[in-house]
């Protein structure tokens, strides 16, 4: 779902997406992270870099322990315990006249539940000097109210409107209660907030 707050001069930033994956004992384990490219080899890119692997080995090992201690007799003779993000490549973006960097990961889990769980995540970081942002470092004044009151109105029009993507799944009730979510990127159009299932 995307406000209509301007962002300008977008573009796909090269990406090179490498992992951290383990695929034995019952356990199926994939971290992906980006590593941005440049024309030229800076070294706050490369501080950039290290981040977001550094970030995602923290990431892959605490998952692998968690999974680990999911393995159940029952479990594993059906099937494997599963954590993946995934680098989504057409949600990352960079504000060239800013230097804002955003990215997304598409996460699934699958411990042995009814079914598994898909949730965003996704990070935003200033190139420049390599700090992450969060959304009120890029939006000035009182705006989340404005936020609230273009999402609720942008769920309720629903697929009708080209800003909302998958809208017609969302349950719409008179007492629908919108939240501005952590999880957002940029976009060529705005930002766009990433909503989770549930």
Do not use: W
């Not at 090179?16 to 199926?28: A, K, L, N, Y």
């Not at 273009?150 to 629908?176: F, M, Q």
Request: with cysteine; proline share 3%; glycine share 6%.
């Amino acid at each position: 779902i995307a406000t209509t707050t301007p962002v300008v001069q977008h573009k796909t930033p090269v990406l090179r997406v490498e992992s951290f994956t383990d695929s034995s004992e019952s356990i199926q384990l994939t971290v992906e992270y980006p590593q941005f490219v440049q024309s030229e080899s800076t070294s706050t890119q490369k501080l950039i870099n290290e981040a977001f692997k550094k970030e995602a080995k923290k990431l892959y090992d605490a998952q692998l322990k968690e999974l680990q201690g999911s393995i159940s007799p029952d479990f594993s003779a059906n099937g494997d315990v599963i954590f993946e993000r995934k680098v989504q490549k057409d949600k990352a973006y960079i504000n060239t006249e800013t230097g804002v960097f955003s990215v997304s990961y598409a996460n699934y889990t699958d411990t042995g539940g009814a079914h598994g769980t898909f949730f965003y995540t996704s990070q935003m970081i200033d190139i420049n000097n390599g700090l992450k942002l969060v959304l009120k470092d890029i939006l000035q004044g009182e705006y989340k109210a404005k936020i609230l009151e273009e999402l609720e109105k942008e769920i309720r029009l629903g697929d009708s409107t080209p800003t909302c993507v998958n809208c017609s799944s969302a349950l719409v009730t008179e007492d629908l209660e919108v939240t501005v979510p952590d999880n957002f990127v940029l976009t060529s159009k705005g930002i766009m907030f990433l909503y989770s299932s549930y």
